[in-house]
């Protein structure tokens, strides 16, 4: 599916991977958090390849967000952002307040929002809860799968808003797959563009946007 | 309803020792089937490959009519013989595949992104399946256990066939009695526990839902279990172990001889249990053997041909002496006759025997297009119908029915069948209009009662043979029938109906 990929993403940056359906975007993600395991090639994560990484500490170590944010709806909202805290056995008032903290960065009053259940959220809110769980425990990486695909334009161009807001503070290195051009430019620092599993252009918003590549200028034009 | 409630409330201590036993086969069963089926759906959920196999094995088992299951278990070991642990062994198998399914559904209707997001977070896969999946299929799995609970309520009724007790027992001897009373004295109350354990579950359910979950739901859900389950052993334990278990096979007549035995063992000062309602001559010589009961009364010509497969003969003394050989080498005595013969009876219509001028079997020929209609047995047994037609060369029209041996006489009587075989001493003959058509060529044999005791406990409980040996010749064909007729035409207790005779032939 993918061959010869070489892709360095810089810490402190969002890396934005688009492409056709087809492309390979979502596999190359799922490479990195060892979802998937490569038949050749490695993958080197803070220093150290993958495959040296215990696959259950590297995922603790790693946020990851998909489209309809894919939130347990047996949890509260609380419960949900809660889970990786958890699972790493922080002290539980630490895990309170981290939730509240987090609530409050993502724009949802944790007094309100706390005790609610994932179906009483309407889509943008889902995927706020979902960001603020991808977070809870503090990674350095970020994975998104298409975190905005499924929102209508209004709240998909608020998010994005909020969300550079966000890495503005935050700096966290970020890997965001998308099919959507226009998020990947408005968002992105890099754009990576994948072509029937091979990297065809990786530069600059600007960079790509003037790629003379016909098959960059075709995705570029469909937008 | 009120003759209903009147029954419970006479017969309460036994109705409560049934309602103890049917709660303990359902949630027994129910719990073992959970203890199965869970891990198995779990497994089969995760490996597609091995689902199909598992849940084809189920459902396989599931067409098994549950007589016929009960059948293929009792000549097994282990899980064989009769009483509750057969029983338990059926009743689990049938509980198996709705859990199973519902465990199957419920975790494979989990959402791919919910776990996709659980793995991705770092979820070991045992912390997916226990924080994730189980709970997420937590509902559909208690909607699995409600069905075979609803399920296990019904079928633990037939375990009564094979001597396992339960609410069955007051529907099989309603049917044998033909009183419609004491069959709901066991389906009612199964109707009801059936809903009450629904009721549980669906609390359970509520408390398995994080949204709806209170405190005080979860301390109902926990005494209800408990009281069932405490209520349960405490009813099916009863006083411990009685001296000796009165058995019994699924008619009339037969909870007669029961009860008689039952109750000549208790004015001689033994406790007895009664285990009436065997299903079948098989089933009973089973349990007497393997010590599921300690003595009933079986018809010594059934014993021949039947246990023995030796054949008939009308010589009652030689027939007495082969049995009483045969079973002394099993360990069992046979005891003395008690004097009556319940012979096969063939019967047709009075008005068709005057009309006709039929008087010996050998007149049916002259009963053109005459439908034939017997019990199970009587078309199996080799002294049954196949030996009758070549003796008396009979030519009746078409295939003999068959139907439940209980049926037979009002069959005959609504015109279902026109001639059948039942007992010579049968209560039903008389109320029926029925007339019984004379053997002239001896081809019946003898069917002396003879009270069977096993010789274990003969020699633990010398009263038992004393008891026994002082009924020997004391009923007539005319006492048993008489008997018979008291429970099965005028609807008396057989308890009662037995207590009257005793007193009034005062040998005990």
Not at chain 1, 100 to 120: F, K, V
């Amino acid at each position: 599916m993918l061959s010869d990929v070489s892709l360095t993403v810089n810490s402190g940056e969002v890396l934005a991977l688009v492409g056709r359906s087809g492309s390979g975007k979502t596999t190359l993600l799922r490479l990195i958090n060892r979802l998937l395991e490569p038949d050749a090639g490695q993958i080197i994560i803070q220093g150290r390849p993958a495959r040296d990484w215990d696959p259950i500490a590297l995922r603790r170590a790693t946020g990851y967000v998909i489209q309809d944010a894919g939130l347990f709806p047996h949890m509260t909202v609380a419960a949900n952002v809660a889970v990786v805290p958890r699972l790493l056995a922080w002290p539980e008032d630490r895990v309170c307040a981290r939730v509240d903290e987090l609530l409050t960065m993502i724009g949802l009053a944790p007094q309100t929002y706390r005790d609610r259940w994932p179906d009483q959220l309407s889509g943008g809110e889902r995927q706020r809860v979902g960001l603020a769980r991808a977070l809870a425990a503090d990674p350095q990486l970020l994975l998104m799968d298409e975190p905005f695909g499924a929102l209508d334009p209004i709240t998909k161009s608020e998010l994005h808003a909020e969300f550079k807001r966000l890495q503005a503070a935050l700096r966290r290195t970020v890997i965001l797959v998308t099919h959507d051009m226009a998020e990947a430019f408005t968002i992105a620092d890099r754009v990576a563009v994948l072509c029937d599993g091979e990297i065809c252009a990786c530069d600059t918003p600007a960079a790509v946007r003037a790629s003379t590549d016909p098959r960059v200028s075709a995705l570029v034009a469909s937008r | 309803m009120t003759a209903l409630i009147e029954f419970i409330a006479s017969h309460r201590a036994e109705f409560v020792a049934r309602l103890g036993e049917h709660v303990v086969l359902v949630l027994a069963s129910t719990m073992i089937a959970a203890a199965i089926g869970i891990p198995l759906g779990i497994l089969a959920a995760r490996r597609p490959m091995i689902a199909k196999p598992i849940v084809g094995v189920a459902n396989l088992a599931q067409t098994i009519p549950s007589l016929a299951l009960f059948g293929f278990l009792i000549p097994l070991p282990l899980v064989g013989g009769i009483g509750t642990r057969t029983a338990l062994v059926a009743l689990t198998v049938y509980a198996v595949l709705p859990v199973l399914r519902a465990t199957i559904t419920g975790i494979q209707g989990v959402q791919a992104s919910v776990i996709e997001c659980a793995v991705a977070m770092g979820l070991t896969s045992r912390q997916v399946l226990r924080q994730v999946e189980w709970p997420l299929a937590l509902p559909s799995i208690l909607s699995g256990l409600r069905v075979a609970v609803v399920i296990g309520v019904g079928t633990a009724t037939i375990a009564s066939a094979i001597g396992a007790g339960g609410l069955g027992d007051y529907i099989f001897r309603g049917l044998a009695m033909v009183d419609s009373t004491v069959i709901l004295a066991g389906a009612v109350p199964a109707a009801l526990l059936a809903l009450a354990f629904d009721g549980t579950l669906a609390l359970a359910g509520r408390i398995a839902d994080p949204r709806r979950r209170s405190t005080g739901a979860a301390i109902a859900l926990a005494l209800m279990l408990g009281a069932a389950a405490g209520g349960a052993v405490w009813a099916s334990s009863g006083d411990g172990r009685r001296d000796v278990i009165v058995g019994s096979k699924n008619f009339t007549e037969q909870i007669v001889l029961g009860e008689i035995v039952a109750q000549v063992l208790e004015r001689a000062g033994l406790s007895v249990e009664r285990r009436f309602n065997l299903g079948g001559t098989a089933i009973a010589h089973q349990a007497l053997v393997g010590g599921g009961i300690d003595t009933y009364v079986e018809y010594s010509g059934t014993s021949l041909t039947a246990i023995f497969n030796l054949p008939a003969s009308a010589d009652s003394s030689a027939v007495y002496q082969q049995i009483r050989d045969r079973y002394a080498a099993l360990g069992i005595t046979a005891m003395p006759r008690l004097g009556y013969d319940n012979t096969f009876a063939i019967l047709v219509r009075a008005e068709d025997a005057s009309r006709l001028g039929l008087k010996t079997i050998g007149d049916l020929n002259k009963f053109a297009g005459a439908t034939a209609g017997f019990g199970y047995e009587f078309l199996e047994r080799p002294d049954g119908f196949k030996g009758l037609s070549a003796a008396y060369g009979l030519q009746l029209a078409g295939q003999p029915r068959t139907m439940d041996l209980n049926l037979i006489y009002r069959a005959v009587a609504a015109r279902e069948i026109d001639v059948t075989a039942g007992d010579a001493t049968s209560g039903q003959i008389a109320s029926n209009n029925l007339v019984v058509l004379a053997d002239d060529r001896h081809y019946f044999p003898a069917y002396e009662a003879v009270p069977l005791v096993r010789a274990d406990v003969l020699l633990k409980h010398p009263a038992i043979g004393e008891a026994l040996r002082r009924l020997e010749g004391a009923i007539s064909a005319d006492d048993m029938r008489r008997m018979n007729f008291a429970v099965d035409g005028e609807k008396q207790d057989p308890g009662q109906v037995v207590r009257a005779f005793l007193d009034r032939i005062k040998r005990l």
